[in-house]
């Protein structure tokens, strides 16, 4: 087996100078960043995309989409954690040297999600009453729920992909999720631009090629890796995957949590907004917003899992710390990144909805958002980073336990009592956005 280039002489830096190993560190840790932030940023542009060609089709389109993606963001949310349960196992049996069982966890993974992503299935065949019973207006509801069922394809290439990219990911090999996503985006922005805009096809041919896009992010990580891409790491499939299946159900269970929780919040605000008077428009405004926010956020979540592979590399060679000091650089470099898109959304804050809509109201409402976004775009550079420490020391657990009580013993009950009683309206819900990431911090 060859070196291991993020391992080498890890102890050996602490000898030289300050700047010299902030360097060797920063070249590790964009080793693993870089790729990660060129995959997510591209595979939820895709989603944007999306977005942006509903929003031109209606402003019910787009609040349908929008919802249509919150719903399906519940899993989006729950599978990702649940694959984070790979970066601590795959990460520590990398720096440990155990290369063959990053396959046996991989195939571990794939077990347990699927059988959760079956299990999820009602929400999206009844999205339309469970819509009306929140309170969503009818027609939203419905259409909401016809284009929920379109996205149960892309629902089951989450449990597919979220697993095979935190295993390409242990060993330094995202680059081909990189690639991967890099055709998938490619390919989307084609058949949008001919299938929506120059044969004018409605917003279901839109969803069906978001789900085309994620089938083949998944599909060229997996050939990659049965085609002889990891031949250390994957011996093919085994009986072993079956072994000690309930402890690796316990962990993936309390990485879904701890993510999760912190996803869905983000999308019960949405859900809340449809309560609000004019809800296509504070429905349409809020998910600019968000979709800004997040499409950003794939920067700290890239480091998010950069740090967690660094740490859980360190620790699993024993080199504490090693992985204190890969803590220090990734969350400094965040938040520089952070401090650059913060005072971007501040300069353009009039602009930034254009890609997005030509609603006149809709526009004039993000633009009133926009100090809000830009300070939570700041905040949230930070506590990805932190919570990839956790993921990398296997700390999940605890991390869950903050995230239900700063969202929701917080942050929605501060959300519906402003917004729902005293009728501060969306303002509120952007606001207890921007809110819950500095107690987190805190």
Not at 326 to 352: E, N, P, Q, R
Not at 392 to 409: C, E, F, K
Request: glycine residues 8%; hydrophobic residues 55%; proline residues 3%.
């Amino acid at each position: 087996m060859e070196t291991v280039p993020l391992l080498e002489n890890s102890e050996s830096n602490y000898k030289q100078s300050l700047w010299r190993r902030i360097f060797d560190e920063s070249k590790k840790l964009w080793r693993i960043v870089g790729p990660a932030i060129f995959q997510r940023v591209v595979i939820y542009g895709m989603i944007v995309i999306t977005q942006a060609f509903a929003g031109h089709l209606g402003d019910l389109e787009l609040a349908a989409l929008s919802i249509s993606t919150i719903i399906t963001g519940f899993s989006f949310g729950l599978f990702l954690g649940m694959a984070s349960a790979l970066e601590t196992l795959c990460g520590q049996a990398f720096g440990a040297k155990k290369y063959h069982m990053l396959g046996v966890y991989l195939q571990r993974s794939w077990i347990v999600l699927f059988l959760f992503a079956v299990m999820l299935l009602p929400i999206y065949i009844y999205t339309t009453p469970l819509l009306k019973l929140c309170g969503e207006p009818e027609d939203l509801a419905k259409m909401a729920g016809h284009v929920t069922i379109w996205q149960i394809p892309q629902h089951f290439a989450y449990s597919t992909n979220f697993p095979l990219n935190r295993f390409l990911q242990s060993q330094l090999k995202n680059w081909v999720t990189a690639a991967s996503a890099g055709i998938a985006f490619v390919t989307h922005i084609f058949l949008c631009w001919l299938l929506l805009y120059k044969f004018h096809f409605g917003l279901i041919t839109a969803v069906l090629i978001l789900d085309g896009g994620w089938w083949i992010v998944t599909l060229g990580q997996f050939l990659y890796m049965v085609c002889g891409g990891c031949p250390d790491t994957w011996k093919g499939f085994s009986v072993d995957a079956f072994a000690d299946l309930w402890e690796f159900v316990k962990l993936s269970t309390s990485s879904g949590v701890m993510l999760s929780l912190e996803s869905w919040y983000y999308r019960v605000l949405v859900l809340l907004t449809g309560n609000l008077p004019n809800a296509e428009i504070a429905v349409g405004a809020l998910s600019i917003c968000m979709s800004i926010s997040t499409w950003e956020m794939m920067i700290p979540l890239a480091f998010f899992a950069g740090t967690g592979v660094r740490v859980a590399n360190e620790l699993g060679a024993g080199r504490g710390q090693a992985a204190k000091f890969a803590m220090i650089v990734s969350v400094l470099t965040s938040l520089l990144i952070g401090t650059i898109f913060w005072a971007l959304i501040l300069t353009f804050h009039d602009k930034i909805a254009l890609f997005f809509t030509s609603s006149k109201v809709i526009l004039d409402a993000v633009d009133n958002l926009s100090v809000l976004l830009a300070f939570t775009i700041l905040l949230n550079s930070v506590q990805p980073v932190l919570s990839g420490v956790a993921v990398g020391s296997g700390w999940q657990a605890l991390v869950a336990y903050v995230n239900i009580g700063s969202y929701y013993l917080i942050g929605v009950p501060f959300g519906i009592i402003l917004g729902l009683v005293f009728h501060y309206g969306v303002m509120v819900n952007i606001g207890s956005y921007y809110f819950l990431p500095y107690v987190r911090i805190w």
